[in-house]
């Protein structure tokens, strides 16, 4: 690169193999050809899955900050009970791929990118001989908001190609990941409830903040992350209507299940598809840093391709020397006290009062 403070935007990539099984998914036959409001809402069944679920999140939290609800420890189960609890406890396959030099935010650059896919995707089946799958193939792909609408409509500007590869037919669904959908959710509470101005009105979040001292709550839920549009719950509608209705109940379930990762295995230990992929980011960004100044993209490209291998010699070196995770002189903030005196703080105000 001959301009030495030229800036990149590169596009991480992360592919996932499927851990459940779709052979048992029942066949669901829809009445009409256009769906119904009533898949958007939760049926009976649904919500009383959610009650239950929510009780038991609700009853850990007791439990752990709050002394006289101990006794409920002894009821409460170590996991929520759901029909895909033993794949979901698998340890997950995830292969970190190479970075790629386009931006998504152009729909030039995610053409680029989704030709990319399909030339990774055909070349693997093809070695690994079962190239005939290739026809009827369809892999879900995961993004932000940004990511999912523009990909989408790249797809669309490439509907009257000639061939199964350029319209990335095996390219199928699009959908939103869920830890960007979350911070969308936040931020809007945020925005809706975090009032700064009444900082002096007891019990309020903005006097809260002021008692755990947090000067980084400022509404800005996606300060560090990439900022997009904040359109959750149009992405949300859009993953029920995939899942609920358009997509076949095997690819609906992969869908589901694709969406979280299990790095190291076991149960509940399940974490949202996106969050891994951001740590995984922050790990490529340090070692790109390591190349020091003048770093080529060719350079830039080879060392996402080790950063997997690299991350795991070092990690197993540090395991098999018993070395301890490196620590500054900073002191991290305990999230745990901060819970505590929110706690007790609330506990004194005697909510009833206000409601």
């Not at 898949?39 to 649904?46: H, M, R």
């Not at 030099?101 to 152009?106: F, H, V, Y």
């Not at 037919?169 to 009444?198: A, S, W």
Request: hydrophobic letters at 40%; a positive charge; proline letters at 3%.
């Amino acid at each position: 690169m001959n301009n030495k403070k030229q800036g990149l935007s590169l596009f991480a990539i992360n592919f996932v193999l499927n851990r459940i099984s779709t052979e048992r998914q029942p066949i669901v036959h829809h009445d009409s050809h256009e769906p119904s409001l009533e898949i958007f809402l939760p049926n009976e069944t649904e919500t009383l899955v959610y009650k239950n679920s929510l009780k038991i999140l609700l009853g850990r939290i007791l439990v752990e900050y709050m002394p006289g609800f101990q006794w409920m420890k002894k009821v409460l189960p170590d996991h929520i009970d759901h029909p895909h609890k033993e794949e979901m406890k698998r340890k997950s396959v995830v292969h970190m791929l190479p970075l790629s030099l386009n931006n998504e935010c152009s729909y030039d650059g995610c053409v680029r990118i989704m030709d990319e896919y399909i030339e990774m995707i055909n070349r693997w089946y093809r070695k690994a001989g079962r190239a005939a799958e290739l026809d009827t193939l369809q892999i879900p792909v995961g993004g932000d908001q940004l990511t999912r609408v523009r990909f989408q409509g790249a797809k669309t500007l490439r509907a009257g190609a000639h061939t199964k590869h350029e319209r990335f037919d095996q390219l199928y669904p699009m959908v939103i990941e869920l830890f960007h959908t979350l911070q969308d959710f936040l931020e809007k509470l945020c925005k809706r409830f975090l009032k700064l101005g009444n900082s002096r009105d007891q019990g309020t979040l903005a006097n809260l903040k002021i008692l755990i001292q947090r000067s980084n709550v400022n509404r800005k839920v996606k300060s560090r992350f990439k900022v997009f549009l904040s359109k959750y719950f149009t992405e949300c509608i859009d993953f029920i209507l995939n899942t609920e209705f358009t997509l076949p109940p095997h690819v609906a379930a992969e869908v589901r299940a694709a969406s979280f990762v299990n790095v190291h295995g076991g149960i509940g230990k399940n974490k949202a598809a996106d969050m891994h992929k951001e740590n995984e980011v922050k790990l490529v960004k340090d070692l790109i840093k390591g190349l020091g100044a003048n770093k080529t993209e060719k350079s830039i490209i080879a060392m996402s391709k080790a950063a997997p291998v690299i991350n795991d010699v070092t990690t197993n070196f540090d395991k098999m020397l018993k070395l301890n995770e490196f620590k500054t002189k900073h002191k991290k903030r305990s999230s745990e006290e901060d819970i505590g005196t929110l706690v007790k703080k609330l506990k004194d105000l005697d909510l009833l009062e206000f409601s």
